[in-house]
Every structure is written in structure tokens, then in C-alpha cells.
């Protein structure tokens, strides 16, 4: 059983929202759906990017750089 869907509210301009519903409209799909899909593609999608750019900056020494400059390493 998969978990409820969170409710999310967003505008669009007039160009977007007629991409949604041609995009809708050829995967028989009304706009929230495609919304929905296209919103958690691109979301999960860069989340995968990001996770995967934070390792490759960790092989190469960089994790904690940014913390270091701030003067928030070491502190407790």
C-alpha cells in the first residue's frame, strides 16, 4: 500500500500551463496528474544529482570545506 499524496498548490504561466495540457493531452492524462508527474521526475531527478555530486566532492577532500570557511568546525 503506498503512502497518501501530499497536496501542493502552484501557478503557472499561460505558456506552461499549455504545455501541461498538450503534454496531458497525449498521455490522456488531466493536468494535475501530469503536474504531478513531471514534478516529482524532475525533483527526484535532481536529488539523485545532487546526492551524487556531494560523494564525488567527498572522494576529493572537499566535505567541510564550506563548514570550515564559516568558522563552524569544531564547535558543540
Same mark, same amino acid.
Given at each position: 500500500?503506498?503512502?497518501? %499524496?501530499?497536496?501542493?498548490? *502552484?501557478? /503557472? ?6 504545455? @501541461?495540457? +498538450? ?13 504531478? %508527474?513531471?514534478?516529482?521526475? *524532475?525533483? /527526484? ?6 546526492? @551524487?555530486? +556531494? ?13 570550515? %570557511? ?7
Amino acid at each position: 500500500m503506498s503512502e497518501p %499524496l501530499k497536496s501542493v498548490h *502552484v501557478r /503557472l504561466s499561460p505558456e506552461a500551463h499549455k504545455v @501541461l495540457s +498538450a503534454i496531458g493531452d497525449i498521455e490522456d492524462k488531466d493536468n494535475a496528474e501530469m503536474a504531478r %508527474l513531471i514534478l516529482e521526475e *524532475v525533483l /527526484l531527478g535532481r536529488v539523485h544529482t545532487l546526492m @551524487l555530486t +556531494a560523494q564525488r566532492y567527498k572522494g576529493l577532500g572537499f566535505s567541510g570545506i564550506l563548514r570550515d %570557511l564559516e568558522g563552524k568546525a569544531g564547535k558543540g
